[in-house]
C-alpha cells in the first residue's frame, strides 16, 4: 500500500550546524512532497514544497531535494536556530493526483544553544 | 481569523457515546480533507470532500465514523459509540481546487474517550 518513511524520528543539534531529514515514498505515481512544521499544541504548518518535475527546490536556510527514480526526497535546514525545534513531517501525493497526501511519522527536531 | 476552525478544541467522552467534530473550512476552499493524529504519528488520511461530494474515505475508517458536508462549506466528523483506541487529535484540512497545493490544516479537535 501507500507508504511513506521518515528518518530519523528525533535530531539533536547544536545551533548552526545543519540538520537533514529524509524520506521515502512507495507510490511511483507520487508528484507532490510537502515538508510541514508543526510546533508544540499547533497545527501543521506548510514550509517548503517541492513538484516531480523539479530536483531541487531553496527557500532561504530550507532546501528540499527529491530522487524520483531512487524514490526518496530530502529536507536540509542550513545554520539551525532554536525556534526551528519542533517536529518535521514528510508528506507524498498518492493516487497520481494531487487529492490525498500520505505523511511520514515525524522528525522530532530540538537545536540546543 | 480566516484560517479553517474547528469545534470543540477538546472533548472528552465516556467509552460508547457518541461524538461530532466541525469544521470551517477557508472560505474558498472546495476540497476538505479529515485526518487523525496519534501522539509521535503522522497525520493519517481519513476522508476527503470536493464540495459535498465525499470522494474518498480510508479503509481503516470503520462503520462508527461518518462524515459529512451538506453544502459544500463546513463539515462534521461523527465518532458513534466510541472506543479508547479513538482517542486522537482530529485534523481538518482544506485546499483549493487545482493542482498541487498547501494543505491549510485546523487547530484540531482533541478527542479523550475514557
Given at each position: 500500500g501507500e507508504n511513506v518513511e521518515q528518518h530519523p524520528s528525533t535530531l539533536s543539534v547544536q545551533e548552526g550546524d545543519s540538520a537533514v531529514i529524509k524520506c521515502t515514498y512507495?507510490?511511483?505515481?507520487?508528484n507532490y512532497f510537502p515538508w510541514y512544521k508543526q510546533e508544540l499544541g499547533k497545527r501543521p504548518q506548510l514550509i517548503i514544497d517541492i513538484r516531480s518535475n523539479v530536483g531541487e527546490k531553496k527557500d532561504q536556510r530550507i532546501a528540499v531535494t527529491l530522487n524520483k527514480t531512487a524514490k526518496h526526497f530530502s529536507l536540509h535546514i542550513t545554520e539551525t536556530q532554536p525556534e526551528d525545534s519542533a517536529v518535521y513531517f514528510c508528506a507524498a501525493s498518492v493516487s497520481g493526483g494531487y487529492n490525498k497526501l500520505i505523511f511520514g511519522a515525524g522528525t522530532r527536531l530540538a537545536v540546543h544553544p | 481569523d480566516t484560517g479553517v476552525s474547528q469545534d470543540p478544541r477538546h472533548k472528552i467522552t465516556k467509552r460508547g457515546q457518541n461524538v461530532t467534530f466541525r469544521c470551517d473550512p477557508i472560505?474558498?476552499?472546495n476540497r476538505l480533507y479529515w485526518y487523525r493524529q496519534t501522539l509521535g504519528q503522522g497525520p493519517e488520511f481519513l476522508t476527503y470532500f470536493q464540495n459535498e461530494a465525499q470522494l474518498e474515505k480510508s479503509r481503516l475508517l470503520s462503520d462508527r465514523f461518518s462524515a459529512e458536508r451538506p453544502k459544500g462549506s463546513f463539515s462534521t466528523l461523527e465518532i458513534q459509540r466510541t472506543e479508547q483506541g479513538d482517542s486522537a487529535m482530529y485534523l481538518c484540512a482544506s485546499t483549493a481546487m487545482g493542482g498541487p497545493g498547501e494543505l491549510f490544516f485546523g487547530e484540531g479537535s482533541r478527542l479523550t474517550v475514557l
Open positions: 512507495s507510490d511511483s505515481a507520487s | 472560505s474558498e476552499h
